[in-house]
C-alpha cells in the first residue's frame, strides 16, 4: 500500500531506496477516477501527505533538507578572523561610521513603481523563510563600538560607549577547526510552507485552531469575543475578524515598545515593557513588530479562514463536512499554495526585475506582468536527471549566509518613515494627518538650495505645533515633486465618520502611523481604524526610492532591547555579516560569477553622471571610498552590495544574483510545491488552475473591507491614477512625529535593595536560631534543674534564729539587688541568729543564701533612700553591702526597725543615711564590686613577686589596693571550695587569724600560703597538730586525732562506719608503737607521721581556681605513672620530681611487698619487661608521626580517600566551568564564580550522598562481623559522620556565599539572556526577572532558599550543647533530613545550570539507607514489657525487661528506646548494662534531663501505684568498639560516671566466662572507673565484686578514682591517703569502697598509666584501649594515647564514646 510506502521512507536510511520511493510517490494515480465538481475542487478521496511543520521529510533522499533549526547554506567560503568562529571585518571600518556617512540622508524620495504594500509584503516573505534573530547560547558579545561625538548615541562625546550585540545561535557542532567553521541557524523552514499563518512547529499551530469547521480561532474587529466555539458563519463576516488576543502568552517576540518612551521617565525601564497578552495570535512569532507586519498577518488569516468557509461548503453533504482535521490542513494546504503564488507570480518579479523574462507576461487583472522564468523551464534549478517536472531533490533550499546577512536586507532602503492611513470611498479619498496628534503642514517655502540640515531642523522645531493652513501650501519645492497633481478629491483629516455593519469604531483616527513608534505596539494602530485603512494607505504611497540612504526610522531609530531602546538597523546589517564570517564584498561576487569590481567608481553606472541622480551617487560613493580607505578589498558587502542599488533595477548586480539564487532554491526544491501538483497530487488540475487564477487584488477584497475599485490591478505596483487614490505626497520624518529618544536599564534595578535585604535576613535566621537554641538550652536547664531539685534536699528547712516579720506574724519577703541597681533581683527573707551567735542570716525557701556575721563588727550604716520609699541598704565593714527592695513603705519601716532593735540588743551601733536612690547604688560596695577584689586579692597573694617578696615592704609598693581587704569566714570557706560549718574550715580559720578580729587579713593569708608552699614537713605537722589540739594542751588526745580524721573523711562525704574508723586508729597507733596511749604530744605525732614526711614536703592547700608555687607539672608529657612496686622507669629517674615520688610512694604503699596481697594487685604481672629507647630531635616527631600513621592506617586511608575523591569532584566540575564551559554563558557571566559554585556543588552532593551510609547502623552492625572489619574503621561510624557533615557545609558555605555572588551577576544581565542561559526556566517576555525571581519564583531558587533555611537549622540544633540541653530539638530538626534531601532533589530538577546530578549520587546510598530503615522499622515498634525497674542512688533507674527472641547481642553493644508513656517517636540511645547470655535485657539510665527525669518518674512505685510499667519500643542493637576488648592481649576499659554501662556488661561477661571455665583470649584486663564518688554508683560495685571473687588467676585489675577528693598533692588528699594505705593493709579492702580494687583521689593522670604499661607489655603488638564517658574524659585518654604512642612499643588503639 502507498501508506506503507511512505512509511518505509520515513524509517529507510538508504539513500537508493528514498529517491525510489520519491519516484513511487511521484507516480502515484488516484485510487479512481473522479470528476472535478462545478466549484473547481476535486471531489475525490485521497490519502493525502500533509507538509510536516518543521520541514522534515519534504526531501526523502535527504530528510533534514529544509528542516527547522538547521545550519544556513555557506555559498561562499568563510572568511572569520581565525578560519573558525572569530567574527571577521577587524582590519575594516567601524560598522557604525560606515552607517552614519554613507546611508544618512533625508527621506521623502519616493520609488518609481514600487508601492509600501510591495516592502512590507517583502518582509513578511523574509520572515516566512528565514529567522536567525535570535542570539546565542551561551550570549556572545560582539559590540560595536560607538564613534566618539556621534550625533544619536554620543552627544557627549565620551568615547567610550558601545552598542550591544550579541552573536546569533549558531550550530554547536560547528566551530571547533577551520574544516567546521561555525555555521548559523536558520530557526524555521526555508520551505514557503504557510510558517508565517500557522507558526514554526505544530505546537503553535495547535494554538491558533478553532477546532471547529477547520477554521482559524478569532475575534471581532471591534474587540468583541465571539460566542465559545462558534465559527464564522459566511465570507462576509471575514472582514470583520481579528486573530484572538495572545491569553496563552505564545512566546512573540516582545521588546520594549518605544513609544511608551514618551510617557515614561528615564528610570521607568520596568514600565516600558508590556506584557505579550496584548498581542494577537498569529502565526508568525515576530507578526507584532510593526503594524503593516502585523496586517500581513491579519491578511494571510483571513486568507485561511475564506479557505476554510469555502471548504466546509463545497464538501457539505460529504464525510468531511464535520471533519475538522480534514478541513483545517486542507485550508492550510490552499493557504500555503496561494501565499506561493502571489509571491512568486505578483511580488518577485517586481523585487528582482533583472531576472525576469520578457517572453514569459501574466495578465494581473488587465495589467501584463513579467514573470520569472517558468517553474517546468528554470535553467540551473528545474531539472533533475534529465527530468523538466520543476522539482529539483538535489538542491538545497537552505538560507544562505549572505542572503541572511546582507543580500535580504535590500529591502531597507524602501522602508518608509510612515504610513498613510487612507478611507476610499466612491468620490473621495479621505487621508489622515502626518502627524499622529493631528498638526499639519506649515506654510513654509523650501528652494532647492535649501540644505537638508535646514530643513530638518525647522520641522524638527515645529513638528508639534498645529497651524490651520492648507497642506497643498506648506511645500513649493520640496516635497513637490511628491505630490499629486490634483487634490480636489483629497480630504486630510484625524478622524472620518463611519456607520460600516457595526463592527468598526465610530470616528476611525486616520492619522499616518510613524514607523519608528509603532515598533511593538501595532494593535491599537489596527483597532482604531481597521486592517483595510492600512492596506488602502500602503497601496496608495510610494516605497522611498531604491538608493543608499535608508530612513531613521531604521538607521539609528529601529527597536532595541530594554537596555539600549534605540539602534542602527544599518551597522546591525554590517556587523552581523561579519558575526557570520563573510567575505568582502569583490569575493562575494566572484562566488557568484560576477566580475571582480576593481574601483569604487565602477560600483554604480550612475556614478560621475550629471544628473541629480548621478551626483548624489558619485556623492555617496566617495563617501563610501572615504569610509573604506579607498580600499575596496575591504568593503563588506552590505555596504558596497546597497551601492550598486539603480532606481530602476533595485537590487544590483550582486543581491540579484544571490536573492534569485535563494528564491529559485526555495521553489524548486519543495517537493509540496503547489506547481508540482502532477507529481505530489495535492491539488487536480482545476484546483491548481483556480490557485494560479488568483491575485493579490481579488484576495485584498475578498478579505479587506475596501471599495475594490480604488485598488490597482497589481497593489505591488505604484500607479498614480487618482482612480486608485495615489498619496498626495511622500511621507517624511521632516514632517511626521518625531521617534522618541534612545532609553538605557540598569538590569540591577530593584535587586540593588532585594539582595543585601534577602542576604540580611538570612544572616540574621541564622543568629535567631542560635538565640532560639541559647534561650531554650537555657530554659532547659532552668527547667531540668528544677525537675531534679525536687529530689535533692533544698537545706536545712529550719533554719534557727528570729524571723522579721510583720503585725500578723507573716515573714516579710523583699528583692535583693546583688550587684545594684541593673542585677537581677532575688527574692530573700531575713533572720536574726541565736544568741550568742550575732548574725543576719539572709535566706529563702529553707536555704542559707548569706550569713552576715557580727561578731567582729562594732557599727553598722542603715542607708534608706528618701526618693524610693522601699528601699535600703546595711553597710557592713569589710564586707559588701546588703540592698534590699520592700514590698512597701511599710515593710521597709519594719525591716529598718528590726535590725535597729537587734543591732542595740547586741550593742552594735548603727547610723543612718538617707541619700537618694541614684547615690545609694552609686556609692554601694556590691557584691559584684567585692568579687573584683576578691579576685585582685588572691592574684597579688599568688603572685609570684608575692611570694619571693615575703616582706611586707616588697608587697605593699604593688598591691596596695588590696592590703585593706580581709576575708570573711564564709569567703575563705568558698576559697578552700570547703562548707563554712566545716571543722576543718573552723580549726583553720581561726588558726590563721592571728589578731583574733573574725577576718582574715592579706598578711595572714599570705603566711599561710607561704607556709604551705616552702615550709618543711615539721612545720606542716606542726600546722595540723596546732588545728585540732582544740584545749590547746600542748598534747593530741585520741578523740582530737579520731575528729580530726573524721573531718577530713566529711569534707568528701566519705562514709565510714564507727568501727572502721577505730580499726584505722589503731593500726595507726600500732604501727607507731603508741598501742597504749591515749594521747600525743607533737614529738609523738610526728613518730606518727615519720613514714609520710615525703608526701607532706609536697602537701599544700589549694584555694579554687589558683596555683601556690610551681607544684607538679599536669601538662609534663615526660611524666611517668610509677609501677606497682614504686619502680620508676630507668629514663626518668634522673629527673625523678618529688610529686611523683609522693605517687610512687602511695602505689607502693598498696602494694605487698611479702607477696601476700591478693592476686588483682599489678604485682602479678609476670610479663617481661624491656627497656625503650626514646628517639631525640627531629626523629621524635618523626617516629610520633610514623606511629600515628600506622595506629590509624585504616581512618587516614579511609579519609584520605574521601577528601581525595571530594578534591577530585570539585577540581573536575571546576575544570569543566573554566576550560570545557569557558565560552558557556554563566561562565562568561559570573566569571570563575560558577567555577566554585558548580565545584562546591558536586562535592556537597557527594558528601551529603555519603552521609547516608554513615547512619545506616544496622548494615554498620552486620559488617563489624565479617572479615571487612579488619580493613574498614566501623566504629569510627560516627566520627566519620561528623566529618562528612562539617564537609559538606564547608561545601554548603562556599556554594551558598558563590551563588550569592553569582545571583548578583545574573540580576544585572538582560532578560534574553537569561532566557538563553537558564532554558529550563519560563517567564514571559514582558517580565525581567530579578533577584527575587530567581530565588523565590524558580523551583530551583526556591528549593535553594528552604535548603538553605533547613541546613541552618539541622546543622546548628545538632550540636553537642543542643544535644544536651535541648534533645527533642536535636531529634525532631535532624529527623528533617527527608526534606532536606526531597529538596535536594528538586533543586537540581530546575536545571537552571546542568542536568540534576544528585539522583547520581544519591541513589546507592539512599537504597542502603532505605533497607537499614525498613529493617529498624521491623522492629522498632514491637512493645517490649519492662519486668523490674529499680530506682537508684545518684538519680540512676536501672530497668529490666524481657528479651526478644531474635535479639541477639553482644557485650558492649547498644540500643536505642523509647518509651510509650512518653513520646512513642523519640528514641534515646543507652548502652546494655546486662550481658549476652542473660535472661532478661537491663539498663542503667541517669537522670539528666527532661526526658530521663520522666522516664525515672514512670519507673517509681509511688507514681505507678501498682500498675504495670509502662511498655518500650527496642530497636538494635548496634554494634560499637567496646564489644572488641576481647580481640587484644592487653585491655584497658576507662569508665567514667555513668560511662561504665558497657563495662558492666562486659564484666559480667567476664564473670559468666570464669564460672564456666570458658577461654579468654586476653591475658590482662585494666579497667578504671573514673566516678565523683563512691556512692555515685554503688549499684555497679556489685558487679566490680563479682568479678574480683571470680578472677582466680588475677586478670583483671580493677583501680577507681573518686575526683570529689582534692588534688592528690593536697594536704587533706594526702591524709586520706594515709589512711586508705594503713585501713587497706588491716582488711585487704579500700575503707571507701569496700572492694579489693585500687582506690586513687583525684583525676587520673593517664599518659603515666599509659607509659607504664606500654613497658610492662612491651612485646604485645597492640593494646587495646576502650573508654566511654564525658567528652573531657575521653579526650584526655586518646590525648595520653597519641604521646604514648610517639615511643617505641606497642601501640595503644582506643575506641570511645561519649554521652
Known sequence: SYSFLETSCRESRMRTLLVLCVLLLGARSQEKDCTPSSTGFDMCTHEYEWEAYDGWYNNPAHVDYGAADMPLERKLLGAYADGVYEPSGAERANVLLISNLTQQGITGRFSDVRTTLYIFFGQQVVEEVLDAQRPGCPPEYFNMKIPRCHPLYDPACRGDLEIPFLRNRYDFRTGYSPGTPRQQLNEITPWLDGGLMYGPNKAWADTLRLYKDGQLAYQWANLEQPAEGAPLADLESIKASLPPPNVIGLPFANPPPPVRSRELDADQGLERLGSVNRFWRIGNPRGNENAFLLSMGIFWYRVHQYWAIRLKTVYEGTEYEDNDEYLFNKARLFTTATHQHIVYKEWLPFFLPRKVDPNNMRNVSGMNIPQMPPYTSTPGYSSYFGSSSGYNPGLNPQVAHVFQSAAMRFGHTSVTPGIWRRWATSTQCHFGSPFDNGATIFNQTFDASSSWQNVYNYFMMYANRSVSDHIDAAFN??????????????????????????????????????TCNSFF???????????????????????????????PDLRGNVFGPLDYSRRDLMAINIQRGRDHGLPDYNTARMGYGLPKIERF??????YGVDTALGREVTRDIERLREVYSDDIERCDIWACGLAETTPEFGPGELFTEILYDQFMRIRHADRFWYENYEHNKLFSQGEYEMINALTMKELIDLTMDVDVDRVQPVPFRWTDDSTYCPQPYQLSELYMDPCSQLYSFDFYYESDYQVPLI????????????AILMVAGEYTKWKRNKLLSRKRPTGNKNIPGEDIADGSGQVLVAMEMKAGEKSVQRPISIKFGERPKKMIIVYYAGKILRQIDLRYQTEITIRRAFDKDQLFALHIPKEYDLIVQAESALARSVFIEKIQGYLQDNGIGHEIEEPQSKILFSTSFTYKDRQKLLESFFKAVFSEDALEQVEASGVVGQHRDVLSCELTRQEFAQAMSLKENSLFVDQMFELIDEDGNGFVSFREFLNWIVLFSKGSPDEKLRLMFTMYDVDRSGSLERTEFKAMLKGMMELVNASVTPDQMDQLIDSMFNAAGFQNRDHLNFEDFQVLMRDHKEELSDAQLKVAGYEAGPGPSKGNKEAELESAEGELPSRYKARETAPARARRTIIKAYSDPKGTAPPSKTDTVNIQTQRRTVPKGW???????????????????????????????????????????????????????????RGAASSMMFTYAVLLLTMARNFITYLRETPFNHYVPFDSYLSFHKIIALTALFFTIMHCVGHGINFYHIATQTANDLTCLFREVYHRSHQLPKFTYWLFLTMTGFASFVLTLVTVVIFVFATQYTRRYWFQAFWFTHHWYYVFYVLMLLHGSGRLVQDPLFGNFFMGPAIVFAIDQLISLARNKTEVAIVRAELLPSEVVGIYFKRPVTFDYKAGQWVRIASLAQNPGEYHPFT?????????????????????YNFRQCMDPTVLQGQPYPKLYLDGPFGEGHQDWYRYDVAILVGGGIGVTPFASILKELVNRFNIGARVQCKRV??????????QYEWFTDTIREVEN???????????????????????????????????????????????????FGRPNFQQFFDNLQEEHYALPKIGVFSCGPPGMTNGVEDACAATNRYEGPPFVHHYENF
Not at 601 to 606: A, L, T
Not at 1473 to 1490: D, M, N, Q, T, Y
Not at 1566 to 1575: D, P
Not at 1593 to 1600: D, F
Open 1590 to 1640: 571470680a578472677d582466680k588467676k588475677g586478670l583483671v585489675e580493677t583501680h577507681i578514682f573518686v575526683t570529689q577528693f582534692f588534688d592528690k598533692f593536697d594536704l587533706r588528699t594526702t591524709m586520706l591517703y594515709i589512711c586508705e594505705r594503713h585501713f587497706q593493709k588491716l582488711s585487704n579492702r579500700s575503707l571507701f569502697t569496700g572492694l579489693r580494687a585500687v582506690t586513687h
Open 1566 to 1575: 585494666y579497667f578504671i572507673w573514673v566516678t565523683r564518688s563512691q556512692k
Open 601 to 606: 567608481e565602477q560600483i554604480n553606472p550612475y
Open 521 to 551: 505596539d501595532p494593535q491599537p494602530s489596527i483597532s482604531e481604524s481597521d486592517v483595510a485603512r492600512l492596506f488602502e494607505g500602503m497601496m496608495s504611497a510610494r516605497a522611498e526610492r531604491e538608493d543608499f540612504i535608508i530612513t
Open 1472 to 1492: 546494655l548494662s546486662s550481658a549476652p547470655h542473660e535472661e532478661l535485657l537491663s539498663l542503667h539510665i541517669r537522670v539528666v534531663g527532661p526526658w530521663t
Open 1179 to 1237: 626523629r621524635r616527631y618523626l617516629a610520633a608521626a610514623l606511629r600515628y600513621i600506622e595506629n590509624y592506617k585504616l581512618h587516614i586511608f579511609y579519609l584520605s580517600m574521601f577528601f581525595l575523591i571530594v578534591i577530585c569532584i570539585f577540581v573536575e566540575r571546576a575544570y569543566y566551568y573554566s576550560i570545557e564551559r569557558e565560552h558557556g554563558g554563566l561562565r562568561r557571566i559570573a566569571g570563575y564564580g560558577v567555577t566554585i559554585t
Open 477 to 514: 519645492n520640496f516635497l513637490q515633486p511628491s505630490y499629486h497633481s490634483d487634490l480636489s478629491d483629497y480630504t486630510f483629516s484625524e478622524e472620518v465618520s463611519t456607520t460600516t455593519s457595526g463592527q468598526y469604531k465610530e470616528g476611525q483616527r486616520l492619522a499616518a502611523i510613524r
Open 759 to 770: 542576604w540580611g535576613l538570612v544572616f540574621l535566621y541564622v543568629y535567631l536560631c542560635i
